[in-house]
């Protein structure tokens, strides 16, 4: 083969590629767009190192609750009750340690089991009475709303105790005594980065040696260069200001977690092939009716989790509190890429999404955009997100 005729196909195995991961890609960089336009538009505040920091805060529980909801919608479901049930969750973490002097530690393990039971009664009815789950999650989100009011006697309790406010507001200190720049979270970040980029390398490895390897290697080095340029500078941001928050940890060891359950454990395996095609998944033996009831415990654990989160942030527990997360959670599944019907989408993406639609929050509101205008570009994105969804697959 001449060396001509060795780069034309090169290039059409890259194009190739390409086109058939544009979705994986696009988002991706549709996050690095919106991030220079909004760096841009407001004269280099977002890349503040006080104001990343401050975004991730803002973003954790949202985060947090999608990972969740990635789960539920994969397998051809919806839970609406996730911002009601953190703010109920808050409201009961309220009660017990401020007015039971309850201990924070012991307060947030009851919850989050609260959060469990809460998201596996749902599930029960979902799984084994085969009652919608916009019906029953709908119902819960009414039912938690109101015991959240009744709970809290409609009015706000606070402050936390404050170990529990570190779970929001502490960050890992530094072990090496920095004081203005912080060298545990550089060790870290370095070290993260590395194990990242070393697995990479490695799975690579692995698909080469099965002959399964797709991903050109122009893209592969292009993406993981991208990968260590994103994450180390990322970590200078967070050691130029306080290191790395607490929460950070909390989310990113859940996102790990998760990434490893959807890509490599036989439970993520039988949720895809649950929402792909239920009935040819219980024939190949999946119990479907466990398996969503065990979905939806994780969902009510992690939107537990997150109402602590949120709570902790506030140093309140308030009768609104967790109004309207169901929403942005569901938009950053759909926007990462899951499927509207189910059998399709990834922990990344979703994780992606959340920040999208965080750093418009962010970007919007330190441009002085109203938020009634925010609401109308937020539900552009989000519709926008699921009519590519609906075409590409209607064209493929």
Not at 15 to 30: C, E, F, M, Q
Not at 143 to 169: H, N, R
Not at 374 to 383: C, D, E, S, T, Y
Request: with cysteine; charged share 10%; proline share 2%.
């Amino acid at each position: 083969m001449t060396d001509t005729a060795q780069r034309s196909t090169t290039k059409a195995d890259l194009l190739h590629y390409i086109k058939g991961n544009i979705r994986d890609y696009a988002l991706l960089l549709s996050l690095l767009a919106i991030m220079i336009f909004f760096q841009l538009f407001t004269n280099g505040t977002l890349f503040k190192p006080v104001n990343m920091t401050n975004l991730i805060l803002q973003n954790s529980y949202i985060v947090i609750m999608a990972l969740g909801m990635l789960l539920i919608i994969v397998a051809g479901h919806i839970d609406l009750s996730v911002g009601s049930v953190s703010g109920f969750i808050g409201a009961v973490a309220a009660v017990m340690m401020v007015t039971w002097k309850m201990d924070p530690l012991l307060t947030a393990v009851a919850c989050v089991a609260l959060g469990a039971f809460i998201g596996g009664a749902q599930g029960y009815f979902v799984a084994y009475y085969r009652i919608p789950a916009f019906i029953v999650t709908l119902a819960g989100m009414l039912v938690f709303k109101g015991l959240a009011l009744t709970v809290l006697g409609g009015a706000s309790i606070g402050p936390f105790p404050q170990e529990f406010q570190l779970l929001s507001s502490g960050y890992v200190p530094d072990i090496f005594g920095g004081s203005d720049f912080n060298m545990l979270a550089v060790v870290i970040g370095v070290a993260v980065t590395g194990l990242i980029i070393y697995l990479n390398y490695r799975e690579r490895q692995n698909q080469q040696a099965h002959g399964l390897a797709e991903e050109p290697s122009l893209i592969f080095y292009g993406r993981n260069s991208l990968i260590a340029a994103g994450f180390l500078g990322f970590t200078y941001l967070m050691a130029s200001y306080k290191g790395l928050p607490n929460v950070l940890i909390v989310m990113f060891a859940l996102i790990a977690l998760f990434v490893f359950v959807t890509t490599r454990s036989t439970f993520g395996r039988r949720i895809y092939a649950m929402g792909g095609n239920e009935k040819a998944a219980k024939l190949s033996g999946v119990n479907t009716e466990r398996l969503t009831f065990a979905i939806f415990a994780i969902m009510g654990a992690l939107a537990a989790l997150a109402g602590l989160i949120f709570a902790a942030r506030l140093n309140v527990a308030t009768p609104k509190a967790g109004a309207g997360f169901e929403l942005e959670v569901i938009a950053a599944c759909f926007i990462g890429g899951a499927a509207t019907m189910g059998g399709v989408g990834k922990i990344v993406g979703a994780v992606i999404g959340a920040f999208i639609i965080g750093v418009m929050n962010n970007g919007m509101s330190i441009m002085g955009i109203g938020i009634d205008w925010q609401q109308v570009i937020k539900g552009a994105v989000l519709m926008l997100a699921v009519f590519l969804d609906v075409y590409n697959k209607n064209k493929a």
